[in-house]
T-cell receptor
């Protein structure tokens, strides 16, 4: 079967670092994507991993281990505007399978 | 600058009354997707088109259908909406289905459907 798991909610203070974990079991693997989704809005693309290792894009980094079926998204220097849901999505044979999202709450 | 455009942003319909949601794109992408997303849940893929080839998910109800008259437009038709169909409907595009490509999906702002 196909399954993507990520924590439901995480809380962190402004300026801190938060790591959102994602584990997956899917039919086929052609890349893992992280999206940010603010309430009532569309998901927006953050990062992409297809090979093992760390990809860094400014304050956001994403890591992938294909053998473990595991990824994380690291958010550094948290800002209030980072309060949103973060969706892990795996591309299988041409299709994207999404996790339910992790709601990150940033407090002052 | 909007690249994937969904109309309307909010749609209210009556129980059992057919409704059509529309999506257009200016990216000239080959693939268009329709997702259903309920509160605090993952977007659920309903179907996708690769060019004119239609691919229906096995668990998509027959009540949901789609049309893609040309590259730019794709429609979601709900023939007899039930209360359980109230959700956000997201349209997305991607350039290809190919592997080894950094090809994220580009989402529209969604249409929030309410059923009275």
């Amino acid at each position: 079967g196909q399954n993507i798991d990520q924590p439901t909610e995480m809380t962190a203070t402004e300026g801190a670092i938060v790591q959102i974990n994602c584990t997956y079991q899917t039919s086929g693997f052609n890349g893992l994507f992280w999206y940010q989704q603010h309430a009532g809005e569309a998901p927006t693309f953050l990062s992409y991993n297809v090979l093992d290792g760390l990809e860094e894009k400014g304050r956001f980094s994403s890591f992938l281990s294909r053998s473990k079926g595991y990824s994380y998204l690291l958010l550094k220097e948290l800002q209030m505007k980072d309060s949103a849901s973060y969706l892990c999505a795996v591309r299988g044979w041409g299709k994207f399978q999404f996790g339910a999202g992790t709601q990150v709450v940033v407090t002052p | 600058d909007a690249m994937v455009i969904q109309n309307p942003r909010y749609q209210v319909t009556q129980f059992g009354k057919p409704v059509t949601l529309s999506c257009s794109q200016t990216l000239n992408h080959n693939v268009m997707y329709w997702y259903q997303q309920k509160s605090s849940q993952a977007p659920k893929l309903l179907f996708h088109y690769y060019d004119k080839d239609f691919n229906n998910e096995a668990d998509t109800p027959d009540n949901f259908q789609s049309r893609r008259p040309n590259t730019s437009f794709c429609f979601l038709d709900i023939r007899s909406p039930g209360l359980g169909d109230a959700a956000m409907y997201l349209c997305a595009t991607s350039k290809a289905l190919g592997i080894h490509e950094n090809q994220p999906q580009h989402f529209g702002d969604g249409t929030r459907l309410s059923i009275l």
